[in-house]
T-cell receptor
Framework: ELKVEQNPLFLSMQEGKNYTIYCNYS?????LYWYRQDPGKSLESLFV?????AVKQEGRLMASLDTKARLSTLHITAAVHDLSATYFC??????????FGQGTRLTINP | DAGVIQSPRHEVTEMGQEVTLRCKPI?????LFWYRQTMMRGLELLIY????????DSGMPEDRFSAKMPNASFSTLKIQPSEPRDSAVYFC???????????FGAGSRLTVL
């Protein structure tokens, strides 16, 4: 059974700082997703990583994938308050089934 | 594109009542998923369909839950009878074969008293 674990689950940081969220998964997969969820809202797709060594960047967020280590990272550069949200990684099992991590609740303080 | 449309957005009901949640996937998408989100258990996949056929319902909690997809543009998730522990946000999502994006609806927040 595929398990997806995120670390940390809660993260409080100051504006302007850098930090990384980690996502480990237990079995081989060819796709990994990062989603953002604001309180009371739906999930918004951020990145899809398709191959070993894939790196994608959007603004202050950068995601990478190491399929050999079964590890993805979401790096936040010079955090701003607007990035406060819960971030989920999800791994594909089979054709289209996504298994989600527990989520990382990120709070960025002024 | 209107996205994935779910209704109702909020539902408050009493224990024992039947609850029906509805979902309209994005046109052209052949996969449809029902997820449940709670604080304790996070996001759980309940069931998913491909071309209107249920593929994996192993996440459906028990017989009180049922899901149907009578056509490509409509799906329902029914809980009968409902219990307080069913209180959660239920998300519907859809995707297209060969594409790498799963699009979520706004969710249906269910409260069972």
């Amino acid at each position: 059974e595929l398990k997806v674990e995120q670390n940390p689950l809660f993260l409080s940081m100051q504006e302007g700082k850098n930090y990384t969220i980690y996502c480990n998964y237990s079995t081989t997969s060819d796709r990994l997703y990062w989603y953002r969820q604001d309180p009371g809202k739906s999930l918004e797709s951020l990145f899809v990583l398709l191959s070993n060594g894939a790196v994608k960047q959007e603004g202050r967020l950068m995601a990478s994938l190491d399929t050999k280590a079964r590890l993805s990272t979401l790096h936040i550069t010079a955090a701003v308050h607007d990035l406060s949200a819960t971030y989920f990684c999800a791994v594909v099992q089979g054709a289209q089934k996504l298994v989600f991590g527990q989520g990382t609740r990120l709070t960025i303080n002024p | 594109d209107a996205g994935v449309i779910q209704s109702p957005r909020h539902e408050v009901t009493e224990m024992g009542q039947e609850v029906t949640l509805r979902c309209k996937p994005i046109s052209g998408h052949d996969y449809l998923f029902w997820y449940r989100q709670t604080m304790m258990r996070g996001l759980e996949l309940l069931i998913y369909f491909n071309n209107n056929v249920p593929i994996d319902d192993s996440g459906m909690p028990e017989d009180r839950f049922s899901a149907k997809m009578p056509n490509a543009s409509f799906s329902t998730l029914k809980i009968q009878p409902s219990e307080p522990r069913d209180s959660a946000v239920y998300f519907c999502a859809s995707s297209r074969s060969g594409a790498n994006v799963l699009t979520f609806g706004a969710g249906s927040r269910l409260t069972v008293l």
